[in-house]
């Protein structure tokens, strides 16, 4: 039988995944915003804390709860450390809270407190049973003077007393802990630069290797991104090669897709001949690390026909009642150079231990980022799996998520471990899309397990308004993705040189990179790699860039502009993006300050720095005045200085 | 380890409250929608299916799945019985539809299948082991003629095969079973009448008696209410007995209030004699369910100085260091003629098991409907407790939580148990107001606990609008309550004669029936008797009526008028109803017919039948005009019939 002495009830306690079935997501210094429904019945106060540590711990850390409206209730806390936190919520009526509210109310109202003064009394040496102090506070309540007594208990060193010292009786507690998965800060703050290593070569016509991949380090780290992905670094299968364009019959010599894995060379943990060896590999990867670059892998589960597994594991793959192999096919659509793994193989335990030794093969080589190809056609449960058991003993590994497919299950995904996400943002371009689509983001239920990694464009990508478009788009839609979210990537080389040109009618790169060896003019720069720079560096000098949970939009009076704050807990960095969404025009409109957030007075004086153009500014009204000229810049990255006068 | 061949996933099922912690609450006969998100990977086909019973049974009775949109899928089953049900949802990724989707395609294509109707044989025969119908079927796929094979699977036949015969391999369930709590049909339609026994009297100047209600029996069958509702009846406390207008000190002679309960002459297991004797009330109880009207008994858990319960166990009190009983307070104001129960007592198990048999003791006399006074000032996990318990033995009680307090509170003594509840109708006013709160109570997740039953007065409540109003906006509300809601329940004596006088600036009655014996001429009726009565029979006589969750507002084009449709699912009944908010003036304008729901076609022909008022109308438009002078008739209360030709 329950304690009927227990009056609380505590409902609908956040951050939780599907009521803690998965553990909600932070990074090592963010801040997590527990809230509850808390009530009980009648007028008794209630008093409510957060109780939370690291798994394992003994000892619980406790921070108050307060009430914000509609019985809900909210406390605060930073995750400073990786791991698993736990936490959970407590309540209880407070009978010493309760009385002083009611002591109050009848001192003031004169009403005769003699016998309240008593049960003050005897309420203080309740609590004086584990604060000894309180019982001295007891003994002025006895005050022969009555009025000295109620003055001291109306006094402000009372209702201090009485503030820190909840009388814990009956408590309330949830039943269940919820678990908080503490990652490392790059799990939430990254800059990815794809490109296809064989495009590597300074030399036109010649198949690119990690050497030269080497030599393009420098040029990569002074763009100031972290991350260097490349497509699949595997043999490439011969059998059933495509040729350029995705042709079904290749031309002898054509390299073939990156993502048709595996021949006689090898399979997933084997290296590209033409690339280099292995000891290049790890080289290259030494090397990144020595300018802040980590290399991350593609794994694409899927194998050419000519792979090992085909023939040692026959049974990973689906066999046709005429004894052929099974290849991916969407009817009448065939793809006869991938054969998929067959998850529901009887086989199925050895294919996932497989599998798993992919990752760690490559973690084992230096890898500590892997991009997943197409995670949504193979079963979710083995992503629980694979990535749980690899982040057992290498809890630093980052997993992003390559799934553009439909909302559940980019979630699920999201859910069952992945640490990013590929997102819709590739695909959201006016201002209303973009608002709603990062406020779902950033104040939706998938905050606490979905960290988008935007795209402007990738391999596969090449979105309808980037098509014969010129600079003023890629630079703009850059500036979303770097700004927007502290994860974001782009498929470097053509999108630094404008590549625009689509298969017609297609969201796809004509003479894309997937089927060729591409030839780029590594020394070349130009507007857009100087303005990706600087980007970089700006999230690179500015904390408040670092996050993407920080975001509060700014109404901007023009369709064509959007605006939006970022800034530290502390407010010691404010960066405030205005873009011009419009490529071809200039727009102009009147932005407002968000007042409360920045905690400005009725005089205003904030001091702007566009870390872009270096332009100064000073406003001193809430309202403001912005133009944008597209030719000229079609986006200010504000550093704002609000002076402590105001404040 | 998990089976790792499973590759559908299931979240998000529906109905459910709080995760399976509470049931989910229905009623004989009514429609349980059940929803779930429902994925996998990759783009085989998924198939799933409910699967409910009665809790006990063994047999599972299935009920396939549909998609509706973002992978969302949907069944709905009726629950024919009283008792619980469960239900669970199972879904996998079914070969058979996948290859029936692919072969189609591909035969349309004029792409080789004859690997493609091996296949088909193969999984054929695999179905053909639990339904031997099909190795026939899997014979016409070999039949040599290719082209023949061919065009029987393209056939309808084989569609309705396909169809059929589900292939259930590596099923995905649901780990929970979720409860649905079906009860009687009274849980969700009844229609109540308050009133005070003691004015019950014929003779004015004399304390009615039940034998005078007996009397009242066949007026209030007459109206069609089917639960007549007493304030407590109990012996009335004599200390501290308030007086007129809830005066401190009573008058000698004066009857004081019904809710402080308990003196000399008995607690909540007695009768205040002057009301009559058990006997008296045995055979009220008995007489009134001739004429099909429930008593509903008025449980309010406090006492009075005198009950016999302070003195036989003080300890259920809270005692005061000064040796007095704590009484209820709202400091600086005092309620000495209340004694609240001390919830936290050591010997709560005590009180709890004593106030639990205070229902049984009027349940063995015939009583069957509690309506309990302030239940949110008593512990939540008490009443859990004790409707369960009650419930247990009586499943068919009805508890009535009068909680008019903040919307958790009141959604939590819900969830635990009570089977209805006031609501804030009483001062939702205005078509805005009325919308909202009818979309959250009908479509929100409270949809599943809290069943409402609206009163547009209580003897505490004589809400603004109504204050000093003539009978206009007394029958326009009544008109809401009785249509919007099918639980409804008025305060009735002075809602049918219109006493509209407040203690000026409250929402109280002046001269408030509960601190005075009142005279009603009980021969008399006027125009809302009739009305009210009217509104009953439609009620009865209309199953569309009977039921809270089947709204549907109709768009009208005047902020003073509100629409709204009811229907049964199978269309059989229609009623639409229009009322006008605005009790001074006409109000006109144009309503929506809903054509989908009507299954209406081009040609529209709809006969309206105003139960009220008489009138008949043919509606051959979508946007029909109405105009309501409410000074004839507030509202329309039309009962449709949709001719057959246009559907």
Redesign the interface.
């Given at each position: 039988?329950?304690s009927?002495?227990?009056?609380v009830?505590i409902?609908n306690i956040q951050p939780q995944v599907?009521?803690g079935l998965y553990p909600a997501k932070r990074t090592v210094g963010e801040r997590v915003d527990v809230t509850a429904?808390i009530?009980?019945?009648?007028?008794d106060h209630i008093r409510g804390e957060v109780l939370y540590k690291k798994q394992g711990a003994e000892a619980w850390m406790r921070v108050a709860l307060t009430p914000t409206y509609?019985?809900e209730w909210h406390a605060a806390f930073y995750v400073l450390e990786k791991g698993n936190y736990v936490f959970t919520v407590q309540a209880w009526?407070d009978h010493f809270e309760t009385w002083y509210?009611?002591?109050k109310?009848?001192a003031?109202?004169k009403?005769d407190v003699?016998?309240e003064l008593?049960?003050g009394v005897?309420l203080l040496k309740q609590l004086g049973k584990t604060n000894t102090l309180l019982l001295s506070v007891a003994r002025k309540l006895e005050d022969k003077n009555q009025d000295t007594a109620i003055n001291y208990v109306l006094s402000e060193d009372f209702a201090r007393i009485v503030h820190e010292n909840p009388l814990r009786e009956?408590v309330t507690r949830s039943e269940k802990e919820y678990v908080i998965q503490v990652e490392h800060n790059k799990a939430n703050f990254s800059a990815w630069y794809e490109f296809f290593p064989r495009s590597s070569s300074f030399e036109a016509g010649k198949h690119g290797t990690f050497k030269d991949c080497i030599r393009l380090l420098p040029r990569i780290a002074a763009m100031g991104f972290d991350v260097l992905y490349f497509p699949p670094i595997h043999p490439i299968g011969k059998v059933n090669r495509k040729g350029k364009n995705n042709n079904v019959n290749s031309q002898p010599g054509e390299p073939g897709s990156p993502w048709a894995i595996g021949s006689d060379e090898g399979g997933h943990k084997s290296i590209l001949p033409a690339l280099g060896t292995l000891e290049d590999f790890k080289h290259l990867v030494s090397e990144a690390k020595k300018v802040g670059i980590d290399i991350a892998m593609d794994i694409a589960f899927q194998c050419a026909p000519d792979h090992p597994y085909v023939k040692d594991h026959p049974d990973w793959f689906k066999q046709?009642?005429?004894g052929?192999i099974q290849y991916a096919?969407?009817?009448?659509k065939k793809y006869q150079d991938i054969y998929p793994f067959n998850?529901?193989s009887d086989d199925?335990?050895n294919?996932?231990e497989e599998l798993k030794s992919v990752f760690i093969y490559w973690i084992d080589q230096g890898v500590k980022i892997f991009r997943i190809d197409n995670p949504?056609?193979?079963?979710?449960?083995?992503w629980q799996?694979v990535i749980a058991e690899v982040q057992k003993k290498h809890p630093d590994i980052i997993f992003l998520s390559e799934a553009f497919t439909?909302?559940?299950?980019m979630a699920?995904l999201a859910k069952v471990g992945f640490t990013q996400s590929y997102t819709y943002f590739t695909w959201r371009v006016s201002k209303q899309e973009l608002t709603e689509y990062m406020n779902d983001l950033v104040f939706g239920q998938s905050r606490n397990y979905f960290r988008p990694n935007f795209w402007p464009n990738t391999p596969d990508i090449l979105p309808y308004h980037l098509q014969h478009q010129g600079e003023n788009v890629f630079i703009l839609r850059y500036a979303l993705a770097a700004t927007l979210s502290s994860n974001y990537g782009v498929y470097g080389p053509p999108y630094e040189f404008g590549e625009n040109s689509p298969i017609e009618g297609k969201e796809e790169y004509y003479n894309s990179e997937k089927y060729e060896v591409r030839h780029y003019d590594w020394k070349r720069t130009n507007r857009l790699t100087d303005i990706m720079s600087l980007l970089n560096k700006a999230r690179k000098e500015n904390k408040a860039l670092q996050s993407t949970w920080n975001l509060q939009f700014c109404p901007i009076e023009n369709s064509q502009l959007i605006a939006y704050l970022k800034a530290t807990d502390d407010l010691a960095n404010i960066i405030l993006v205005i873009v011009n969404l419009d490529p071809n025009n200039t727009q102009h409109g009147y932005v407002q300050l968000p007042k409360a957030t920045l905690r400005l007075g009725e005089k205003i004086n904030v001091k702007l720095h566009d870390l872009v153009t270096d332009e100064h500014f000073t406003w001193t009204q809430e309202w403001n005045y912005v133009h944008l000229n597209p030719h000229k810049m079609p986006f200010h990255l504000f550093k704002l200085e609000v002076h402590e006068s105001n404040m």
């Open positions: 039988m329950l009927g002495k227990k009056r009830l409902e599907d009521d429904a009530f009980g019945d009648g007028h509609n019985d009526i509210d009611g002591f109310k009848k003031l109202a009403v003699t016998v008593t049960e005897l009956n046709r009642p005429d052929s096919e969407n009817p009448p998850f529901e199925w335990k294919l996932w949504h056609t193979k079963p979710i449960p083995f799996w439909r909302p559940k299950i699920s």
